[in-house]
C-alpha cells in the first residue's frame, strides 16, 4: 500500500511495462528495417540503428506496387465479414439461446463440430462453390464463406445465456416483439461481445492468405498478404518493401485493438448488467 501511494501509477505496471516492450521489439524492428537499405538488413552482426534512411521499400509499397488497391480490397473483405458477422451471428446466438424449437441442440452442436474440421477438407468443396455462384477471382469468393462464423454463433449465444431473462421479459409484457428485444435490449447489453467478436473478426480476415492465394488469380483483386508475397522472388527478396508493406499492413489491427480494447477486456472482466 505504502508503494502504490508513492507511485503514480499502479505497480503492476512495474512488470507489465518490460514485458509489452518486449512484444513492442517486432514491430519496432520491422518499422526501422524498413527505412534500411537491402546491404544495411543484410549485414551481420545486424546494425540496430542505421547510419542512414532509405525510403527506397516505402516508394516501391506506395509508388511502384498496387499497394493502395490492395488495401481498399482487404478493407473492403474485412469490413464487410465484420458486419454480416456482428448481425447474422447476434441473430442466430439469440435464437439458440432463447427460442426453443426442435432439434435447436442438435443443430447447435452440429454447427460447433464445424469448428474441427480442418479448411484443408473444406476448401475444394468451397472453391467448386465459389466457381458454380461465378464469384471466383472476385471479392466476393473471400467474403461469401465468412458471412457467418461458427465461432461468432457460439460466443453470442454464450453471452445471451447469461442476459438476466427478467430484462427481455419486461420488454416483452410492455409490448416489445421478439425482434425488438434482440434490437433495443439484447444488442445494446451484448456490446462487449459484440467488440470482441469485431476484433476477432477483423484479425482474422485482415490476415487471411491461405484461401485468397486459391480463390484470387488477378492482381488488381489480391488483397495484402496476397500482395506482399510479390516482393519476395524465387531468387531474391525485396526486404525494405516487405517490411515496409508489413508495417501498413499490421497498423489497421494496431488501431482497431486500441479502439475496442475497453470492451475487449470488459467482455472478459464483467457481467453484462451491473448494479
Same mark, same amino acid.
Given at each position: 500500500?505504502?508503494?502504490?501511494?508513492?507511485?503514480?501509477?499502479?505497480?503492476?505496471?512495474?512488470?507489465?511495462?518490460?514485458?509489452?516492450?518486449?512484444?513492442?521489439?517486432?514491430?519496432?524492428?520491422?518499422?526501422?528495417? &524498413?527505412?534500411?537499405?537491402?546491404?544495411?538488413?543484410?549485414?551481420?552482426?545486424?546494425?540496430?540503428?542505421?547510419?542512414?534512411?532509405?525510403?527506397?521499400?516505402?516508394?516501391?509499397?506506395?509508388?511502384?506496387?498496387?499497394?493502395?488497391?490492395?488495401?481498399?480490397?482487404?478493407?473492403?473483405?474485412?469490413?464487410?465479414?465484420?458486419? &454480416?458477422?456482428?448481425?447474422?451471428?447476434?441473430?442466430?446466438?439469440?435464437?439458440?439461446?432463447?427460442?426453443?424449437?426442435? =432439434?435447436?441442440?442438435?443443430?447447435?452442436?452440429?454447427?460447433?463440430?464445424?469448428?474441427?474440421?480442418?479448411?484443408?477438407?473444406?476448401?475444394?468443396?468451397?472453391?467448386?462453390?465459389?466457381?458454380?455462384?461465378?464469384?471466383?477471382?472476385?471479392?466476393?469468393?473471400?467474403?461469401?464463406?465468412?458471412?457467418?462464423?461458427?465461432? =461468432?454463433?457460439?460466443?453470442?449465444?454464450?453471452?445471451?445465456?447469461?442476459?438476466?431473462?427478467?430484462?427481455?421479459?419486461?420488454?416483452?409484457?410492455?409490448?416489445?416483439?421478439?425482434?425488438?428485444?434482440?434490437?433495443?435490449?439484447?444488442? @445494446?447489453?451484448?456490446?462487449?461481445?459484440?467488440?470482441?467478436?469485431?476484433?476477432?473478426?477483423?484479425?482474422?480476415?485482415?490476415?487471411?492468405?491461405?484461401?485468397?492465394?486459391?480463390?484470387?488469380?488477378?492482381?488488381?483483386?489480391?488483397?495484402?498478404?496476397?500482395?506482399?508475397?510479390?516482393?519476395? =522472388?524465387?531468387? &531474391?527478396?525485396?526486404?525494405?518493401?516487405?517490411?515496409?508493406?508489413?508495417?501498413?499492413?499490421?497498423? @489497421?489491427?494496431?488501431?482497431?485493438?486500441?479502439?475496442?480494447?475497453?470492451?475487449?477486456?470488459?467482455?472478459?472482466?464483467?457481467?453484462?448488467?451491473?448494479?
Amino acid at each position: 500500500m505504502s508503494l502504490r501511494r508513492r507511485l503514480p501509477f499502479s505497480p503492476w505496471h512495474l512488470a507489465l511495462a518490460p514485458i509489452a516492450i518486449l512484444f513492442a521489439l517486432p514491430f519496432a524492428w520491422m518499422v526501422i528495417s &524498413s527505412l534500411m537499405s537491402t546491404a544495411q538488413i543484410n549485414r551481420f552482426p545486424p546494425t540496430i540503428i542505421p547510419g542512414s534512411l532509405h525510403l527506397e521499400g516505402w516508394e516501391t509499397v506506395l509508388g511502384g506496387a498496387e499497394f493502395p488497391r490492395w488495401f481498399l480490397n482487404s478493407t473492403i473483405v474485412a469490413v464487410v465479414t465484420v458486419i &454480416s458477422n456482428l448481425i447474422f451471428c447476434s441473430m442466430a446466438g439469440y435464437a439458440f439461446a432463447r427460442l426453443k424449437f426442435r =432439434g435447436s441442440t442438435a443443430i447447435f452442436l452440429l454447427i460447433l463440430a464445424t469448428l474441427i474440421i480442418p479448411f484443408q477438407i473444406t476448401m475444394i468443396p468451397t472453391f467448386i462453390v465459389m466457381h458454380d455462384l461465378h464469384l471466383s477471382d472476385t471479392l466476393g469468393a473471400l467474403i461469401v464463406p465468412n458471412l457467418v462464423t461458427p465461432f =461468432g454463433v457460439f460466443l453470442m449465444r454464450q453471452f445471451f445465456l447469461n442476459l438476466p431473462i427478467e430484462v427481455e421479459e419486461a420488454a416483452r409484457i410492455d409490448g416489445c416483439s421478439r425482434f425488438g428485444v434482440l434490437l433495443h435490449v439484447a444488442t @445494446p447489453l451484448a456490446k462487449p461481445a459484440l467488440a470482441t467478436l469485431a476484433a476477432l473478426t477483423f484479425l482474422v480476415s485482415w490476415n487471411e492468405l491461405f484461401w485468397p492465394l486459391i480463390v484470387i488469380n488477378t492482381d488488381s483483386t489480391f488483397t495484402l498478404p496476397v500482395g506482399l508475397t510479390t516482393f519476395q =522472388g524465387a531468387h &531474391s527478396i525485396d526486404w525494405p518493401a516487405v517490411m515496409a508493406g508489413n508495417a501498413l499492413t499490421a497498423l @489497421p489491427v494496431v488501431v482497431a485493438f486500441l479502439l475496442t480494447q475497453r470492451t475487449f477486456i470488459a467482455s472478459l472482466t464483467s457481467s453484462a448488467v451491473k448494479g
